[in-house]
């Protein structure tokens, strides 16, 4: 028997790690960070006689989710490992990573070049999108812990410190322009006439609403192909039943299934139920008839149907279509005869429609008989994206007088600010049909101003997407000077405002403190201060400044409202009693505050460059 630290012992577990099977050395390389596979296959030969190809590309697999277009890794995952150089396609990837978290940690230490640094990020399209998710998903725990299972996880490439609130509100501002940028991308493409499908163009609308969660154009298009499947598993007779037979069958399976249709009246001009993703998600029936139509199409692309959306008033149907020669029966023509198409509504049932019943109802609205073939027959990808975005804007314009504060913001789902931008920028980018190209310039100042307030990550699309649509060079150089002021203002230091002079010691309350509004009764948030109000004149009058109990001379406090809202107040006019902070402005202190701070009520600073004593 050999004593504990004899040599001997040592000599037999090294001969039992070598004796161990090649798969069960696979498997332990697989289960280590792949920061030290290097170092284990340097110290053990055995390490280093193992497949490579198969060892990284398992880890491009198991650490990475999403990769932009150019990998066509789907393409890649179908060849033989031998065929891809796996190990470079990881370091890239790791690189990468690396590269994306140090600029959010500049992100985060700096209130200026944040614009371009967003930028950068972006520019890796889908590959930024592991990091940042990373980065949004953080827990509560304590940092050193966090950022300990950061480096063990994912090979140790970058130090992580305050993975808070900060890091939350900037990784989902970033993972926001990557996913709006592709949506544009899309809707730029179905303008330049290149094939864009339906379902594609309207999952453009979710990606400016996505957030962290699935519902993205890719994870879209998998959702579909899962239900299509489905519906061959429950309807094996499907591929060889007729149009008609076929479009009864997708229909029923839609709405047995609550994927088309809205469950209750009441909740038609919910927000949610413009968006495909959701629909796609949702247990409960929470589609538009545009949206349901849309589904009952993308499904019969993939069962052998050919289903088209037509451009009727007032409501969305689908258009049935049988192969040239027969009618929709599936039973041959007669020569001469024209092709059959019948229409059904999955919104509401799987009832085939037809088409003088429809021309009946144009009639009924006044159309003249020359017009019905316009609303009657296919509607273009472009029209069917712009009605979507007049849906939402009714929608937002239909519920948002309801808006309740005490419900919780990420209760919220789809968020009103962004469903509101999506429709606007798809207003802009496809203006209606034989209109120039600038059409759209109209929603352009309300884009900016979105851009502005809560999207200075996307000044970038502007440049890309906008100033193409202008021959006019005078409309491109004010839109130029507008971009250059943004990029200019982010890139400016901000005025340093120390309470060490005396002046500024009458100031009374700090960045970070939580409060309530006397007058109004609203929970806000401190960002900012002025000695006293440094607001223009016709402001202070119009808001009666000079009204007030103390004047003009007191101390202004830059404020951060549950509402989204950024106001001016008093100082007579805070009430800084202990409240609660809600969920809504918890939600919003990420884009000034790292955390907060439970023993002193309040949220710690993260501008302190402009505030240094707060």
Known sequence: MTELGDPAEDVAMTHSLTALPAEILFQILLCVPPSTIPILQQVCRKFNELSQPLLWRQHCRTQFKYWKPEHDITAKYAQSAAQVDWKQLFQQRHLADGAISREIEDILASQTGRIERSERIIAHGYDAKDTLLRHLNVADEAEDVLARRYESTLYGSCKVTMLMLWHRYYSAAVLGGVHRAKAIEEWVKLREGQPVSLERALAAFDQFVLHDREGDLDEVSARLDNIAQSVRLQHPEISESSPQKKAQLIAAYLLDNKLTGVEDDSQYYNLQNSFISLALQSEDRAALPLISVAIFCALSKRLGLVAEPCGFPFHIYAIIMAPEGFGVDGQPLQEGSDTQRVYVDPFRSDRMISESDLASQLKA?????????????????????????????????????????????????????????????????????????????????????????????????????????????????????????????????????????ETSQSVRYKVGQVFRHRRYNYQGVITGWDVECAAGETWMSQMGVDRLSRGRHQSFYHVLVEDKSVRYVAEENIDDAPVHVGANLMSLAGQHFKRWEKTLKAFVSNIRDEYPDD
Not at 427 to 456: C, M, W
Not at 467 to 477: A, C, K, N, T, Y
Request: aromatic letters at 6%; a neutral charge; charged letters at 20%.
């Open 365 to 501: 609205m006044g159309v003249a008989s020359i017009e019905h073939e316009a609303h009657l027959g296919v509607a273009s990808t472009a029209n069917m994206v712009r009605r979507a975005a007049r849906n939402i804007i009714g929608s937002i314009q239909s519920t948002r007088h309801v808006h309740d504060l005490s419900i919780p913001a990420e209760s919220l789902y789809p968020d009103s600010d962004s469903a509101l931008y999506s429709a606007l920028w798809a207003l802009l980018v496809l203006p209606e049909d034989n209109t120039p190209r600038s059409a759209g310039a109209r929603y352009l100042p309300y884009i900016l101003d979105h851009i502005e307030k809560q999207f200075l990550m996307d000044v970038q699309l502007i440049e890309k997407f906008t100033i193409p649509l202008f021959v006019d060079s005078q409309h491109q150089e004010q839109l130029r000077n507008t971009i250059r002021v943004m990029r200019a203002g982010d890139l400016m230091p901000k005025p340093v405002k120390p309470r060490r002079n």
